[in-house]
């Protein structure tokens, strides 16, 4: 039981008795204080004499007190420790959920503050040689603080985690504490949680795992799902899907509201049961777009999925110069389509205007200009390819399926006759090509611009019949006009985004930064090939990307006033989230953290008898008991 | 900054008018003394003793009723004043010196005294008589007087005011006021130094002047007390209780002076070292005043 000490040197502290004694026996010498007759004080003190003794003694027992007090400081110091308590020490992981369902203000002021709560009695629980580490089990888990038995250490790493919006990531944090404390016997994993996560059941058979339930049953609906896609038939057509689901035990009333860039797009009156699911899908039409949000009428107890958004770019009409002698077949197809605004020429255009699209039925220029340009039967050889002799079999035996030109369109049946052979100079796409292997519907790429060439015969193929026909001009259209206006699709939060960022030169250097829906600015990787990783996104709502502004910028509020180069919509569409009933399987067990009496370091006891003594000797010095 | 100053004297030539006006006769002017002699003013008779002056018979009552009664007359004489001042070193303590006030009330009184045609003569006092100015009499000996002050020192003696009274008694002087001007630091104290005048048929009257400090100190811990007057130390230990103690004896020894004065019916003033001269002079008077008729 004879304890040992952690730094041994520090006893050479123990010197400074010496300028003790020193400064005491200067003490020693009173002051002066001549007073005009002594013969008032000698009535006082003539009465005080049976105290003498003590008199005397009283400045032994002030420096006694004094040298007792650095006896024990320096040996608090030296950090003395019994052996036992290294061999008992143990590693504890505390695993903080931090999922969205921890947002939760059913236990104020909400389920996340608790659990931090939770974890910060556990921390003041430890034993002297307990080391703890703490993990978030957010999007992705990540380790706050490695293990250590530094307690203000563990409590600035959980009071740093801060409430997300993602899923639960409790199995993947459980994994990660179990890899930090592999290697040691005496180890406890405490997940500080409200439930809602899968395996917990079979996870609490672990000895090792304790488990700290937060959260009571609450009354919460929540969006589940909210997609919107590009309708297939009308090009400025969407659809929304939206689920919503009752997460809680009793039956609820709410109202659904869907806007469009602020503008009520619909109002749905929904009456849910406990548990259960609504879905419905709008069918919408806009060009101007804007941020879809749909939402609740009444706040519950959590808000992050009250919400959910989607981004509904803005449609640009395209202009389609169409150089042919006279097609009706083609030209009611390019018609068709809503966004395209067609003009019809007898001759061969020779250059296009900046952003149209030029379509050359069967008279074609010696040189394709520059530009992105539809040939259809081409009636010549050009600068891109020779033209043959008619194709045996002109049935399309290979088509490219991946391919968002070829996308919903099937030409197995399609007769294409008279269809000549071309050969293509160069590299190029064969989207459609015959039995012989000959392309009948060809991509040509060009750094001037794209060439879509199709040998078809109009007049003789059947190929204006079939419903693929406007398909196919469709997704060309739509081909050529790249991603502007094509619905980007909301991600789930937690997620990671890839962004396109526009007009971003290859050699160009911009840092960039992404604005949370709560207002915070996070840092975000150089952009490649056009794209920028953004996320995991923590918290719903929408977030946009902006070109970091430079300092003087920033002074002026720069990154605020920056007109966003792309926005994501980030939705928690999670059920498990939105179900914040509480798990039947779910409890506080096997937390006996507690260290009860005699749990401190003996340097703890030391230091609090040299209070002691300090307490005690200020109290005698008051009373000139002692000096 | 001199002692005695022009605004010194200013404020002695009001005082000597005040006490005119006001006062006159009620302190120290033109007091009537009760010896007997060679007055003009009847007092009464007494028998007849051999070695009589005849002129003094009073043939009236001897023709009427066959007895021979000597005439008695009162005689008016001027007043003694006597001025003993404090010159121990305990005087020098205080803020401002206590002897700086003791010595500017002395000049005032004689001042008083002298304008009043009274004769005046102040001694210095310690262990025994250590300066002696003797009686003067009329206002042009004010500045000798005040040079004299100024350059009276306390001395390292310690206070006994008995010896000093007893050897101040001893000079066969007339009898006459003494006004004791001291802090009565003294460790047998000071009764005694009283005591002896009153029984040698002085009329004294005390001016009691002390310190606030030394009132209510405000030293605490462990100290070295040094008396400045017997040089003797006592190591002690100071606590709150015992300033409270200290408080509580030296108003006992207040009390005590005043108790002594009031029983004899010995004028007597007590005052700090901060007040000014003029004002604890007019004091004197009012308190005076009101307890003389």
New interface residues.
């Given amino acids: 039981m004879i304890p040992q000490l952690a730094y041994p040197t520090a006893l050479a502290l123990g010197a400074l008795a010496i300028p003790i004694v020193i400064f005491y026996i200067l003490k020693i010498r ?16 003539e009465e005080k004499k049976p105290r003498s003794l003590w ?1 005397k003694l009283r400045h032994l027992i002030s420096l006694l007190l004094q040298l007792a007090f650095l006896a024990l400081l320096v040996f608090a110091i030296a950090e003395p420790f019994f052996s036992w308590e290294s061999g008992r020490a143990r590693r504890i992981v505390i695993v903080i959920d931090q999922s969205a369902s921890m947002n939760a203000t059913d236990v104020k002021p909400t389920r996340l503050e608790r659990a931090k709560d939770e974890a910060i009695k556990l921390i003041d629980a430890m034993r002297f040689r307990d080391e703890a580490a703490i993990i978030a089990a957010g999007n992705p888990p990540r380790v706050y603080s490695g293990l250590t038995d530094h307690p203000r250490t563990l409590r600035d790493a959980v009071q740093a985690i801060r409430a997300a919006d993602g899923p639960t990531t409790v199995p993947q944090a459980v994994e990660l504490a179990r890899r930090l404390v592999v290697d040691h016997d005496n180890k406890r994993i405490v997940i500080i949680s409200d439930g809602g996560f899968p395996g917990s059941t079979d996870m609490l058979k672990d000895e090792s795992i304790a488990a700290v339930a937060v959260g009571s049953s609450a009354t919460n609906v929540g969006i589940t799902r909210f997609q919107a896609r590009r309708s297939l038939v009308d090009p400025i057509g969407y659809e929304i899907l939206v689920e919503a689901m009752n997460g809680s035990n009793e039956p609820v009333e709410r109202r659904l509201e869907i806007d469009l860039a602020g503008e009520p797009v619909d109002v749905v009156p929904l009456k849910l049961a406990a548990g259960e699911k609504w879905t419905r899908v709008f069918e919408k039409t806009s060009a101007e777009g804007g941020i879809l949000k749909a939402f609740f009428d009444k706040p519950d107890s959590l808000q992050a999925d009250d919400s959910a958004w989607a981004i509904l770019p803005k449609r640009e009409y395209q202009r389609v110069i169409l150089s042919t002698a006279g097609n009706l077949f083609l030209e009611k197809v390019f018609e068709a389509i809503p966004l395209v605004k067609l003009t019809v020429v007898k001759e061969i255009a020779k250059a296009t205007e900046p952003g149209a699209i030029l379509a050359f039925h069967r008279s074609v220029p010696a040189v394709i200009p520059k530009g992105r340009v539809i040939v259809i039967e081409p009636d010549r050889s050009t600068d891109l390819w020779d033209r043959g002799e008619a194709i045996a079999a002109p049935i399309v035996a290979k088509q490219d399926k991946d391919s968002p030109l070829m996308a919903h369109v099937r030409l197995d049946n399609v007769m294409m006759p008279e269809a000549r052979k071309l050969s293509i100079k160069g590299k190029y796409t064969s989207l459609a090509e015959s039995a012989t292997g000959d392309p009948l519907y060809a991509l040509i790429r060009r750094p001037e611009g794209d060439v879509l060439v199709i040998t078809v015969n109009l007049d003789k193929s059947d190929l204006p019949l079939q419903t693929a026909f406007p398909i196919l001009t469709t997704n060309a259209s739509a081909y050529f006009a790249g991603e502007k206006g094509e619905l980007k699709e909301s991600i789930a939060a937690g997620s990671v985004a890839d962004v396109s960022i526009p007009d971003i030169k290859a050699n160009e250097h911009v840092s960039f930064i992404a604005i949370a829906p709560d207002g915070a600015v996070r840092d975000l990787p150089p952009a490649a090939n056009g794209k920028i990783t953004i996320g995991p996104l923590d918290r719903s709502g929408v977030w946009s990307v902006v070109k970091k502004p430079q300092n003087d910028e920033r002074a002026r509020g720069g990154e605020m006033r920056s007109t966003p180069l792309a926005q994501v919509a980030c939705n928690l569409a999670e059920r498990r989230e939105t179900d914040l009933r509480p798990a039947a399987d779910w409890s506080t067990r096997r937390v006996d953290i507690a260290r009860g009496f005699g749990g401190r370091p003996v340097w703890y006891y030391l230091i609090a008898t040299a209070w002691i003594l300090t307490a005690w000797e200020w109290f005698l010095y008051q ?2 008991w002692i ?1 | 900054m001199p002692l005695f100053d022009s605004d010194f004297l200013k404020k002695l030539e009001y005082l000597a008018i005040v006490s005119r006006r006001v006062f006159r006769g009620q302190i120290l002017a033109q007091r009537r003394t009760r010896q007997l002699g060679g007055g003009i003013e009847f007092a009464d008779h007494r028998d007849y003793t051999p070695g009589d002056d005849f002129r003094h018979l009073d043939w009236n009552v001897y023709a009427r009723h066959d007895d021979l009664l000597i005439k008695r007359f009162q005689e008016e004489e001027d007043l003694h004043v006597y001025i003993l001042l404090d010159c121990s070193r ?1 005087m020098a ?2 803020e401002p010196a206590k002897f700086d006030l003791a010595r500017r009330v002395a000049a005032a009184l004689a001042y008083i005294a002298l304008a009043n045609l009274d004769r005046v003569a102040v001694i210095g006092v310690a262990g025994d008589l250590v300066a002696d100015f003797p009686l003067t009499r009329g206002k042009g000996r004010i500045l000798s007087l005040l040079k004299f002050l100024e350059n009276l020192e306390p001395t390292a003696a310690a206070t006994d005011l008995a010896r000093s009274a007893a050897s101040f008694v001893h000079r066969s002087q007339r009898r006459g006021l003494v006004v004791v001007i001291s ?1 009565l ?1 003294d ?1 047998s104290g000071f009764e005694k130094g009283i005591d002896i005048l009153r029984h040698h048929r002085h009329e004294p009257h005390i001016v009691q002047i002390y ?1 606030r400090a ?1 009132a209510e ?1 405000k ?12 040089g ?1 130390i ?6 709150e209780r ?1 300033l409270k ?2 408080r509580k ?2 108003q006992d ?1 207040q009390e005590s002076i005043r108790g002594y004065c009031v029983s004899r019916a010995i004028g007597h003033t007590t005052t700090t070292a901060d007040v000014a001269f003029d004002d604890l002079i007019l004091k004197m008077m009012r308190s005076a005043g009101a307890l003389s008729s």
Avoid: C
């Fill in positions: 009173l002051r002066r204080e001549p007073v005009a007759t002594i013969m008032f004080w000698n009535q006082i003190f008199q009373r000139r000096d | 305990s303590r205080g802090d630091y460790p310190d030394e100190p030293f605490l811990g462990d100290l070295e007390l040094v008396d400045v007057e017997t003797s006592r190591k002690v230990t100071v606590t015992s103690e200290y004896i030296y020894f």
